[in-house]
């Protein structure tokens, strides 16, 4: 559990969980501005918007099932060798809650998962992919970024250890059951949480502005999706190993999911672009 902000009566909110559901919220309210710039129908979004909130939501699990699943293979850890060589039902019970926890997923499972289910009805419909790409692209900015300043809090997203200013510590929040509880008090960190969200902050704005102006479809959703990709594949570089997350060689699974993102974009790019219909 992350550090808890308020509790009332059994209710519990996590500062990570408060900030998830803002993110939530200004994707929506973004997304309804940025669907009149593009013309596009937010009735086509709301038909479907319950399967990818669901899609999304599996696919972010599914990322960390995947994970899990690879370290108890190939680096068996405690659980591992608990199942193994102790049928314990109590063990058992340990590693389902690992699988169930709501608070550990993977956000890129999830968006690849949203993008593919977006795509496959898209088609299907007729809509124009390309003006949907510029509508998301800019409001999934602005979530990530409120959503890393959540991670910040949450002691989620923890940073490589730095000496002097720009570092943060944990010392003075209770972070007994994330990442950060992993780090000495003492230690400076980067607070690449931070980073992440001022940049997302920045991406979000030149995104907005690039819709207003660029008349061209697909172009705002591109370069939105690279910048975003870009900054993911540099901040991961500051980020501290003891943060569950997947290591394939000197790289994570973050970065490599970015590069990926990043050829997508440049082959859409290259092809030829139509204006923005209407």
Known sequence: MYPILLQFQGFIVTTFGLF???????FVVALMKTTLLRKVSIGFFSRHVLVLFLATILGAKGLYWVHKIIIWILQPGDYYNDISSNLDYGRYL???????????????????????????????????????????????????????????????????????????????????????AQIASSVLVHPIALYASITCFLIAFISYTMLKKVTTSGVVGIVTLILICLQNIIIEFFRNPVDNTIFLGPLTINQIVSMLGILVAIYIFMKKLPRVHG
């Open 20 to 26: 998830l559901t803002l993110s939530f919220l200004a």
């Open 94 to 180: 340990t590693v389902l809650k690992q699988f169930i926890n709501v608070e550990e997923f993977y956000v890129i499972g999830g968006v690849l998962a949203f993008g593919l289910l977006f795509f496959f009805y898209a088609k299907r419909e007729k809509e124009h992919v390309l003006e949907w790409l510029d509508a998301l692209l800019p409001p999934f900015a602005l979530a990530l970024a409120v959503g890393f300043i959540g991670s910040l809090l949450g002691g989620y997203y923890v940073g490589s250890e730095i000496y002097g200013f720009p570092g943060i510590s944990y010392a003075a929040v209770d972070f007994r059951y994330s990442y950060a």
